[in-house]
């Protein structure tokens, strides 16, 4: 085995940065920010191992999945993610898949970015809610996400119906957690310059999502109002988690149970669609809006 | 005023019920249950006692083998005792008895011997009187230690006797140490600061202790095997027990890289080792086998080249030790939670040298550290006069 497959390899890699983490940790016993940063780390890593055994396990007992409902679901929303993916395959040296695989040292430099400004609540348990609860999430709407249910055509995919279909995979599309980061750390991004670059990646992470194959654009949407639910929890604000958490899982059950209903009227499915948005962009308005109070010392406004 | 809930106090209530549960269910089931007692790591001592006993070879894997299938055991071969030859005496015992005969007794030894360690660390923690060395007595991996009849309680009694004795009488602490010389791999970094330490203090006392606690071991071992170590270079010759993977880095490390490659799980414990003097040198002055040595022991769990889930039970001196500091709720509250992830987990279709076993032995180092960290910030009441001043000076 060649010396630089062995250190590519995820599995070395991820040992490496735990050893190397833990060794900074320990370099100052005091601070209680290192042992979080760390924990974060480790958290994310075994989370991966957990998350792939269940969802794995999840998927094989019930090989139902809603890809082809959230395709059907795009289309009448106006929107099709593989006609935004074959539009960005012709970027050459498409650099999107950057941002997608990006995730995880972005929650952890976010943390720092996040950790600069007082009283911002806390951005880990923001990422142990999501990462608690997305997995919960994926369960009520089950799918794969375009690349993992049409192959090799998910570019240009057979026509099929409306309708659950049976699939092996792991169900992890619906909502995108992927989004629901980013949004995070738009919601903790606390000054002018880092609340653009939160933007961009933003903007970056839906376009890699769907430039990947790995969501549809319908996904992103309720993935917004995971990302206000999860943030809200990290900042302690619980009536506005509770709002977000019931929007979420009005799309999670709405998907799952109405889809018929949806697809049969479009313009339903899109006035949700931009009512979900813009409670989003209302409550990142009011988070903003917020900052030089919190950053004074007072109490988060709900 | 009006008091703060603390989420702390029923997780960790549920905790100690779930743990206190297993344990319970189980010691009962077990004197009445011959897959029960012959499915348990206790089966490999067993076998080996009757090895001892019967004059054959303990380090026989096809003897040991037939012994354990006649016995009830249903699993493949490969289930051996790999502890060195100073270890044999302490199975000699069970060669006497049947293996129903034996099993509840064993468990029961390995719970008396954690409840004595988890006492004696308690009293030399001070004893704060809020019972919270429950936390040690429930400690999963050792809870789950006594539930499969395995040897890591005896590290952690030979620990806390060390920890107990080592000012006072500096050869009886040494010669507790042989009990941590049967797993000697899980404190690498830890031996190697020892023996530092010992040099740079003039303790030889301890040494002379250890030295001449293993030679009556091994003395007992040759009168009950005078053959024991040739068998055991043999076996160590022709086993590959060290391909096997356990759920610890330095085996993720090999079997990612190139599983034949048998020093790839040695790399982490090298760099525990560097780590250690790296840490020890400039506390050398100033060294406290509690609090430091509590560090210690969870970085050489962590970096250990061998390792199972039960062998964690030697975190617990760590684990009280922050406890006995009064970390703050949140902290509390997240050992409650990591108990509790493991109680579920041992119960769930993971297998014992599965990979998911892999995060206890960083959550205890992270947890610690947290915990101190959390108390310092807090404010520490004072400690009792009867701590040593370099105990109670610290967190």
Known sequence: ????????????????????????????????????????????LFYGMFFNFFMTGEGA????????????????????????ARALQNIPHNPLWVFYDAMVPMMIAWYFVARQRPNRGSIILAYATELVSGPLLYMIVPACGPIYTF?????????????????????????????????????????????AVALLFL???????????????????????????????????????????????????????????????PMLLRSLAGLTVMAAAFALGRQWSAAPALEAGHDIPA | MKQQYDISVPLTAIAYALAILYTVLFLCLLPFNRQTVARRDFIVYWATGQQLVHHGNPYDPAGINQIEHDAGFSGGAGY??????????????????????????????????????????????????????????????????????????????????FLRLHKTRPFAAGAALWLCSIKPHLFLPFVLVLLLWIVLTRGYRILAG???????????????????????????????????????FGDLLRDSIHPAW????????????????????PRRHAWDWLEQGSLLVLVSLLVAPFGWIFDQ??????????????????????????????????????????????????AWLIWYLYARASCRKAGVTPMPASLSPSVSSSC
């Open chain 1, 1 to 44: 085995m060649r010396a630089i497959d062995a250190l590519l390899n995820p599995t070395v890699l991820a040992i490496v940065a735990l050893f190397l983490s833990v060794l900074w940790m320990l370099r100052d016993e005091k601070d209680k920010a290192r042992v979080e940063l760390v924990f974060a780390l480790a958290l994310n």
């Open chain 1, 61 to 84: 007992i019930f090989p139902w999945k809603f890809d082809h409902v959230l395709v059907w679901l795009d289309a009448s929303l106006g929107i099709r993610a593989i006609s935004i």
């Open chain 1, 151 to 195: 192959g090799k055509q998910w570019l240009r995919p057979p026509t099929f119906p409306p309708e659950v279909v049976r699939l092996t995979g792991m169900p992890n599309a619906f909502p995108s957690l992927h989004v629901g980061t980013a949004f995070v750390f738009v919601m903790f991004a606390p000054g002018k310059i880092w609340k």
């Open chain 1, 203 to 265: 903007a970056a992470t839906c376009l890699a999502t769907l430039s990947t194959g790995e969501h549809y654009v319908i996904d992103l949407i309720p993935g917004l109002a995971f990302g206000v639910f999860v943030s809200a929890i990290g900042m302690r604000n619980y009536r506005r988690a509770g709002c977000f958490l019931a929007l979420t899982l009005s799309w999670s059950l709405g998907v799952r149970f109405g889809y018929t209903i949806l697809l049969a009227h």
């Open chain 2, 80 to 161: 051996y005792m790999r502890n060195a030859p100073w270890a044999l005496p302490l199975a000699l015992p069970l060669g006497y008895a049947s293996p129903m005969a034996a099993a509840l007794p064993w468990s029961l030894l390995m719970l008396g011997l954690l409840v004595a360690s988890v006492r004696i660390l308690w009293k030399l923690l001070g004893s704060p009187g809020n019972h919270r060395e429950w936390l040690g007595v429930c400690f999963p991996p050792a809870l789950f230690c006594v539930v499969l009849g395995q040897t890591s309680i005896f590290l952690l009694f030979g620990l806390a006797l």
């Open chain 2, 210 to 248: 250890g030295v001449a606690a293993m030679a009556a071991g091994s003395l007992v071992t040759a009168w009950i095997d005078p053959a024991a170590w040739s068998q055991y270079a043999y076996y160590m010759r022709t086993s590959v027990v060290t391909r096997e993977f356990t759920p610890c």
């Open chain 2, 262 to 281: 048998e020093w790839l799980a040695f790399v982490p414990a090298v760099l525990g080792c560097i780590w250690a003097l790296a840490y020890f040198w």
């Open chain 2, 313 to 362: 039970s030697v975190a617990i001196p760590a684990i009280l030790f922050a406890v006995a500091r009064k970390p703050s709720q949140a902290a509390l509250a997240g050992l409650a939670i990591l108990y509790l992830l493991l109680e579920v987990q041992v119960v769930s279709p993971f297998p014992l040298a599965s990979a998911a076993y892999l995060w206890p032995a960083p």
